[in-house]
Structure formats: C-alpha cells, structure tokens
C-alpha cells in the first residue's frame, strides 16, 4: 500500500481567527478574567475545537501521485470520512475534474476495473492504516485527489489561526463558558463547607450554559448549507 505523496490543503484554508483573539474573546463572557489563567482557557477552546469538529468537520483536499502497478493508497491520517475522489485530478483550465463513483470491493463494478474506488478501514491490529483503492489501473504520472472530513486544526500559539469559520467562533466561546462554569462547580464540590443549594445553583449554571452551547451548534447547522459532519457510515464516510 503506498503513502500517497503531496499534503492535505483545507478548502478556503485557515479562515478563523488567531489563538490569542478566541481567548480574549473568551474572557469578555467570563464573570471573572482572574480566575483562569492562559493555560486553562487555550485547553478548553482546544476542546471546543474537538467538539466542533464532529458537528462540522474540515473538508480538506489531499493529492495523491499515482504509481504504475499500486492500486492502494494510504489515506491520511485523521481522516474519519472519505468525501469524494477526482481520478485523474483536473488542472482547472483545460481538463475537467473527474468524479469516480464509491462501490465495495466486491462489486460487479469495481471487479470489472470499472471508473470506481473502494475504502479498505484500518487493520484489526492497527499497524496498517484506511486506503482508497482504485479499480482502474494507474499509471506513473497521474494525480488523484481525495476530499476527506477530518479534524479543525488547534492553534498552540498565539498568532496561530484556527480553521474554524469566523462566523462559527461564537460555538467555541460558548463551549469554553460551559467549561469555565463545570470547573466552578466542581471546584466548590470539594469544598466540604459548601451548602447543597450553592452546589445546585453551579450544577443549573453549568447545565444553562451547556444548553446554550447545544443551541448555538444547532443554529448554526441550519444556516450551513453543507450536511453536518456527522460521518455518514457505509455511503461516504469510512
């Protein structure tokens, strides 16, 4: 199975806005700014990034150089669903893109040689990654691209961009006031000279605040056009 040269590129690129403005976004929402420190608040927004991610997944394109003889090529890894493949990839100016249907292996189809690709998923054992499998014979030279769903990307540095849409940011602070609100009440939960009803009124806080989240995500999957990137097993997805 080949690794398949040329990296992944997202389609529209990193469009979100950079670490250091999500955090300070983050803590204009935040009742106090002194309780958490830098550390805490780019932990959670990588987690909100995580949770976001299985919602609206990034679509990134990931070219692959074709070897005569080589059928199977290793997909990338974090790659969670296959969304279409262009075999042989246009140039965009004088050759069109070319779509290759998805069958099984199995397949009249894809027995036959035929313009179609099959998904193989990972090993038992793990050692070996999932590959697409062309059904037609490649040649040295020719380029296939493969359109996956993976993972948003975290930034870990201050002026590092994140993925996520500038218009979607508002999912993120929402999940981080979740967290901020979690970590209060689990930090009043050890205190053993907390009363019950202040525990209660943290835990409906905590609730609130994961509610909002759930609504912010939903809002937001009905302004997107493209499906949610909930990975549709068996037809797109791996």
């Not at 040269?5 to 529209?12: A, F």
């Not at 080589?70 to 050759?95: F, M």
């Not at 030279?141 to 979607?168: C, K, M, N, Q, R």
Request: hydrophobic fraction near 40%; glycine fraction near 10%.
């Amino acid at each position: 199975m080949s690794e398949g040269s040329g990296s992944g590129t997202e389609v529209g690129g990193l469009t979100g806005p950079t670490l250091a403005a999500l955090r300070a976004r983050c803590r204009l929402l935040l009742a106090s700014t002194a309780d958490w420190p830098d550390a805490s608040l780019d932990a959670w927004i990588g987690d909100a990034i995580r949770f976001y991610s299985n919602e609206f997944p990034r679509l990134i394109r990931h070219p692959l150089t074709l070897v005569t003889g080589t059928q199977s090529y290793a997909l990338p890894a974090g790659c969670v669903g296959v969304v279409l493949v262009e075999y042989p990839a246009g140039d965009g100016v004088h050759r069109p893109p070319r779509l290759v249907a998805r069958v099984t292996e199995d397949s009249a189809a894809f027995q036959a040689g035929g313009a179609v690709y099959a998904v193989r998923g990972v090993a038992e054992d793990e050692t070996n990654r999932s590959a697409v499998i062309f059904a037609e014979t490649v040649a040295t030279g020719e380029t296939a691209i493969v359109s996956y769903s993976g993972a948003h990307w975290i930034p870990t540095a201050d002026d590092e961009s994140t993925s996520v849409p500038e218009l979607h940011t508002e999912a993120l602070i929402a999940f981080v006031d979740f967290r901020a609100h979690a970590q209060l009440e689990s930090a009043e939960a050890v205190n053993l000279g907390n009363v019950s009803i202040i525990l209660a009124q943290l835990g409906q806080e905590a609730r609130l605040a994961w509610r909002r989240y759930k609504e912010v995500v939903e809002r937001l999957q009905e302004k997107t056009p493209a499906p949610s990137g909930r990975v549709v097993w068996g037809r797109i997805g791996l």
